[in-house]
């Protein structure tokens, strides 16, 4: 069974920064493609970005230059470090685990979750 644990979320001003982490319980970290999904009440599920096993990396088009997705194989842990931060990015943020590479990892299609991390930002 995968746990994946989120922090670093938080209340920041729009224009600030925040950085997710996301600590996974897994023997084979390295072969996992991780992710970040987000959500807000009444709103579909949006995944955000994820890094594959090889280290390539994928983003919404409204993060694209704002976010950075990264992955340190050898602590467990996924990052994503979020600049430049809008209202619109205020959401629960979702860890998530997948083995290998899927074709449903795009469309944030993962077997395992974490709990979430909430980000508020305030205009």
């Known amino acids: 069974q995968v746990q994946l644990v989120e922090s670093g979320g938080g209340l920041v001003q729009a224009g600030g920064s925040l950085r997710l982490s996301c600590a996974a319980s897994?023997?084979?970290?390295?072969?996992?493609?991780m992710a970040w999904s987000r959500q807000t009440p009444g709103k579909e599920r949006e995944l955000v970005a994820y890094?594959?096993?090889?280290?390539?990396?994928h983003y919404r088009d409204s993060v694209k230059g704002r976010f950075t997705i990264s992955r340190d194989n050898a602590k467990n842990t996924v990052y994503l470090l979020m600049n430049s931060l809008k209202p619109e990015d205020t959401a629960v943020y979702h860890c998530?685990?997948?083995?290998?590479?899927?074709?449903?990892?795009?469309?944030?299609?993962?077997?395992?979750w974490g709990r979430g991390t909430q980000v508020t930002i305030s205009s």
């Open positions: 890094i594959d096993w090889g280290g390539a990396t």
């Open positions: 998530a685990a997948g083995p290998g590479a899927r074709v449903e990892y795009a469309n944030g299609q993962y077997p395992y």
């Open positions: 897994v023997l084979t970290f390295s072969a996992y493609t």
